[in-house]
């Protein structure tokens, strides 16, 4: 049960290339998030999905997309990375979309662009 | 709308001293709130959370928080500190979209020292 596994740990990319950072849950949950990390704010949602099929944009979505074709899976494409998207990006996962669930958080992938 | 505020960016604490990290809420009704730790280079782990009932939570690795509705308070405590606790610590609450998504403090930053 190896719970949220994000892939890769880190990626250093040129501005302009594109990439998808993976997430993938052997959990069965419905909820799946993706978050940016920065130093003095926070994390910041990206995007999310409440379940197959059915995706939504967060606080900060410029730049992102996402596809949730599976339960399982839950792909953060950079369409052309620039150098603010450097960050550190963790998956998150929970069970419901109801408020009292918890969130599962994946390792995390840190991402540079140059 | 739903958010927390970490008024504390770093904290210094001595080895075996007690601890104090603060968590203010903005939330209409009770609200769900939680306590997350990131270790350096790991996701984030749930501490504890609170839903309703005793004000008073325990967690896990010694830690409990109070839930305060007259200073809109959710305060994580723990009596005497590890080495092991350093790391950041996150308060988040569940905002009022439909899906709940997690929103999260900056965190403050925890160093332990001998």
């Known amino acids: 049960n190896a719970g949220v596994t994000q892939t890769p740990k880190f990626q250093v990319l040129k501005t302009g290339q594109s990439m998808t950072l993976q997430c993938a849950q052997d959990?069965?949950?419905?909820?799946m998030s993706w978050y940016r990390q920065d130093p003095g704010m926070g994390l910041r949602l990206i995007h999310y999905s409440v379940g197959a099929g059915i995706t939504d944009q967060g606080e900060v979505p410029n730049g992102y997309n996402v596809s949730r074709s599976t339960t399982e899976d839950f792909p953060l494409r950079l369409l052309s990375a620039a150098p603010s998207q450097t960050s550190v990006y963790f998956c998150?996962?929970?069970?419901?979309?109801?408020?009292?669930?918890?969130?599962?958080f994946g390792q995390g992938t840190r991402l540079t662009v140059v | 709308a739903q958010s927390v505020t970490q008024p504390d960016i770093h904290i210094t604490v001595s080895e075996g001293a007690s601890l104090e990290l603060r968590c203010n809420y903005s939330y209409g009704a009770t609200p769900y709130l939680f306590w997350y730790v990131q270790s350096p280079g790991q996701g984030l782990q749930l501490l504890l959370k609170y839903f309703s009932g005793d004000t008073l939570v325990q967690g896990i690795k010694g830690f409990e928080a109070e839930f305060k509705r007259s200073q809109s308070s959710f305060n994580l405590r723990k009596p005497s500190v590890h080495w092991s606790d350093a790391a950041e610590y996150f308060c988040?609450?569940?905002?009022?979209?439909?899906?709940?998504?997690?929103?999260f403090g900056t965190g403050t930053r925890l160093t332990v020292i001998p």
């Open positions: 988040a609450v569940p905002t009022s979209t439909g899906a709940n998504n997690l929103f």
């Open positions: 998150a996962t929970r069970r419901t979309r109801v408020g009292n669930t918890e969130a599962f």
């Open positions: 959990m069965n949950h419905e909820y």
